[in-house]
């Protein structure tokens, strides 16, 4: 037994998580270099048969690339956005994960339980935060609606700007084992007039994360 936790703490972090997402959802690459090939990869398979739209079509390359970058910057390792069909239409969601790491070398982010109950103390309409289980772990789960006048400091996610449409948003929160680091799922919808539904399908994908040992 003595062995055996010597050995787990000295494992390493795990080397990667998995999760598994509806079909029909995108993965776009925001490492500087590629991003542009996932975005291409994307704007062809949404245009696909479309030819008398070039105007829109670079106005969108443009935005996603743009937000691909805007991403990156802030510690964001993967991109997925929805082309998930309803007919003829395309059910708009997103999922950014983010990385998060300590303000400086040395420093520790502050545990789930005390960032919940900051959280919780600002008292901000519209925001609901909790503290689940999901089996990769202990996690902050908070779920903002577009009633909320929040500026969601601490690593979780940030507002839109006031150009960007009413949208819901529900982020999770977790410890990365073994590490100083955090691993934040933050989803988004403007599909506020079935927000519960879209949240019920946030919360599946959620609760598939597994973390992977080499």
Avoid: C
């Avoid at 802030?74 to 309803?86: K, M």
């Avoid at 289980?133 to 690593?155: F, H, I, K, S, W």
């Avoid at 403007?190 to 959620?206: G, N, R, S």
Wanted: aromatic fraction near 4%.
């Amino acid at each position: 037994m003595t062995t055996s936790l010597n050995e787990s703490r000295t494992q390493p972090p795990p080397s990667d998580y998995q999760l598994l997402l509806p079909d029909g959802w995108f993965r776009i690459d925001l490492e500087p270099g590629r991003r542009e090939q996932s975005v291409e990869a994307l704007v062809s398979r949404r245009f696909s048969g479309i030819d008398n739209e070039p105007r829109l079509r670079r106005l969108v390359r443009q935005e996603l690339i743009e937000r691909a970058a805007s991403a990156f910057d802030e510690g964001g390792i993967e991109l997925y956005l929805s082309l998930q069909q309803a007919g003829s239409l395309t059910i708009p969601a997103s999922l950014l994960i983010t990385l998060v790491s300590p303000p400086q070398p040395g420093a520790a982010l502050p545990s789930l339980h005390d960032l919940a109950e900051s959280l919780e103390a600002e008292g901000v309409g519209g925001r609901t935060v909790s503290i689940t289980e999901l089996a990769a772990g202990t996690a902050l789960r908070m779920r903002v609606d577009p009633d909320a006048t929040d500026t969601r400091t601490g690593g979780t996610s940030r507002e839109d700007d006031g150009s960007a449409l009413p949208s819901v948003t529900l982020d999770y929160q977790l410890r990365v084992p073994r590490s100083d680091m955090h691993l934040l799922l933050t989803f988004s919808t403007p599909l506020v007039q079935i927000a519960d539904a879209m949240v019920e399908l946030f919360d599946a994908v959620a609760g598939s994360l597994t973390w992977k040992d080499q």
